[in-house]
């Protein structure tokens, strides 16, 4: 099943750091591989802040509502990545499904986990 990722990292410090963003996508992708999900696209953000504009996420949104990315699953980061707000969430998780993809976001609890066996091997 065809699948497209997202990652957000609030900062340019993690980035520069860490290669924070990398890492990421390289996590949901361990995570897409593990539950059999091909990833066809994927998109990401660097951030925070009222001057915060999400080029990725606009993106993401414009492509899987005009038709021109076409999966069945896309796998994010954490919600409070994207939102503290209850209300949003569920309106985001609703204009995504009435596509008829189903979004799942990944914890960081399921990161530090896929961290691990990444790293091993």
Request: aromatic share 8%; with cysteine.
């Amino acid at each position: 099943m065809k699948a497209a990722i997202y990652a957000r990292t609030k900062s340019l410090k993690q980035i520069d750091k860490n290669e924070k963003i990398t890492e990421h996508l390289s996590y949901l992708e361990a995570y897409c591989k593990q539950q059999n999900l091909k990833v066809v696209r994927r998109y990401y953000d660097i951030g925070k802040g009222k001057d915060y504009e999400a080029i990725g996420w606009k993106k993401l949104l414009e492509e899987l509502e005009s038709g021109s990315v076409k999966v069945k699953r896309l796998v994010c980061s954490s919600t409070d990545r994207h939102s503290q707000n209850i209300m949003e969430i569920m309106q985001l998780i609703q204009r995504i499904n009435q596509r008829g993809i189903q979004i799942i976001f990944i914890d960081e609890q399921i990161i530090s986990e896929l961290e691990i066996g990444y790293r091993k091997k």
